[in-house]
């Protein structure tokens, strides 16, 4: 394998409402994943994460199991409406005493925490005022964050504001199959400006404490055209533009996409872009985060909506179903590790300024096989690792890679079918077994280690 470089974080990712469960436990409020949860079809199976991994009780349990793992850092995120269960004002002190004793046994066994602020979980108090769609969300956010740092920021040096604010967004306003669940055009546009906008407000806020390292995790991947023909060339670009640029624009060059405004022409007046916007949503960065899973395939196609005033963010004229005939996961995504690569190098050669890079999610799931050897897993990491060893021979400042996901957990709008985890969680039971996957990561880590050692 590639040599990484010194100092290189190897670690595991969780988030909050995937694994907690206790979601009444200590004064809790509730958040837009709990309401969407409560409707009928929206998650298979009618799954919630009221219980998930219960996580929240058996946290100390959890903390020894990643030091068996031996990770150098440990991805996870704070659940906002512990903090603050209305989303504003009030603080709940037993909800940060939580995250206060995560950290503190994270620190006890020498793994260095990756907090992030928001994984999805917005209160559901804040929804019922326009949620994302209002600007006075990204307002509360910055009084939150600053809340969380004020009460971790003598021992947490790495925050990470949003976790993708394009699924939060455009999968949550526009697709609807994330919470809340709504179908927009305009909304879900304004919901990623304002995300963006919050992201530089929370920054901007916490910013100060020498040491301290400011960023945020995209989802990325190259938007691939289908064949190279003028049309579908054309669809990827719109579908990358939805996909990155409408982030990464203002984030990392301090302007809007070139091809916004046509795109969206008659979707969104382009209301919610403020004078001051830019300044604050490219604000200097320590870091970013990337998410990959898997290469977007992009064919053009027509508009569902013919009408933009009724069309949602999503409804651009792509069609992303048309795929390789490459290997696939358990959830159909195509294995394509040579997209990492692509991505990083990409993202480089976009944005000369780029902040080092982490990877924060890379993982997979396959069926479970007998004795939990999960090879196939294995094999996925493998490859994705190599293909992230590529970008760093090629220049990117990569700082780090966490396995997505430490633990089974509650995945979202497919509830708990599919099992992403170093270590099985069994739903009835809540015992934890580490597969196959998770002693050749525990053997990886150690190895890097000593070589990294021995090189000193
Ligand atoms: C990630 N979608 O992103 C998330 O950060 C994790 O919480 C999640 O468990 C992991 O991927 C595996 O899915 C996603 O469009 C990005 O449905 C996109 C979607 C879902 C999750």
Redesign the pocket.
Known sequence: MTDFPQGFRWGVAT?AY?IEGAVDADGRGPSIWDAFGAVPGAVAGGDTGAVACDHYHRMPEDVALLGELGVDAYRFSVAWPRVQPTGSGRVEPRGLAFYSRLVDQLLERGIEPFLTLY??DLPQALEELGGWRSRDTALRFAEYATVVHDALGDRVSKWTTF??PY?SSI?GYGEG??APGAREGHGSLAAAHHLMVAHGLAVEAMRGTPGHQFGIVL?QSPSTPVTSSEADVAAARRHDLLLRRQFTEPLFAGRYPEDYAETFAGVTDLSFRKDGDLALISTPLDYVGI?Y?YRQHVADAPHRDPDPATRTSIDIGIDTTRLPDVPRTAMNWPVEPAGLTETLVGLKERYPDLPPVYVT?N?CVYPDRPGFDDQDRIEYLRAHLAAAGDAVAAGVDLRGYFV??FLD?F???HGYKHR?GLVHVDYETLVRTPRASFHWYRDLVAEQRAKVSAAR
């Open positions: 988030s995937q994984h999805w976790n993708e699924v999968v199959r994330h989802n998410n899973y999610e993982g997505w996901s957990n995945e979202w709008a992403f």
